[in-house]
């Protein structure tokens, strides 16, 4: 079965743009991207989107949907009333290259200025020993596609684009958090994340993890052991004993 569906989508570079009005075929089991190739193909052949896979893996075809953030190639039209009128923007938080596709470079600086993982002098790769709960708790954050939804979404650097420099959102947050867990990193993450890529902006509001599109617990099993792990490491009399004998 199909039916015309109605669609607003935003069009334009340089900073300038407008939202489009089309009409277009839509037909069952198609997807939100299935709709924008259909735009490309039959009435706006120069529609900017970038997209790869189309099955949820490469992170690509984030876009906001209604105002939602969410990948153009998981969302059913199906989610949809027939009648309702379907708007897609870029995400906001970056800069528009042109039409549905945004400047994600932000978050490759963000990704560079994390130190990688950093093995204690004198093991080697073959033998590290590790307990399957440590495994198992960094392997939630691997599933991670960089779609960068989360990034998006944060309301820290959403409205305050004067807060980029100081902040490395929720996705590498919880990549230093991911660090920090790991029993044979010996960088110091602690006071790193909150000294240099902004732990404390975050006051959980928890829309990076609703907006994950692998489900992954941003909040609640990176961002917020991160947390008590800066504040127990902060108000540890031995620590901070340590902190002062150690760094004068
Ligand atoms: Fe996307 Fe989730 Fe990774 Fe954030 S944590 S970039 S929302 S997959
Ligand atoms: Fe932002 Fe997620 Fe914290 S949305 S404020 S990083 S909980
Ligand atoms: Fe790869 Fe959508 S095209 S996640």
Redesign the pocket.
Known sequence: MSYKAKFKVWRGEGGEGRLEDFTVEVNEGEVVLDIIHRLQATQAPDLAVRWNCKAGKC?SC?MEINGK?RLGCMTRMSTFAEDETITVTPMRTFPVIKDLVTDVSFNYQKAREIPSFTPPDGVRPGEYRMQQVDVERSQE?R?????????NVCHVIRDHEENKPAFAG??FL?RIAELDMHPYDVADRQDSAQQEHGLGYCNITKC?TE????H?K?TDNALIPMKERVVDRKYDPLVWLGDKIFRR
């Open positions: 992170g984030s953030p954050f599933k991670c596609i960089e779609c960068f939804m989360c990034n929720p996705r919880m990076c907006v994950c599109p692998e992954i941003i």
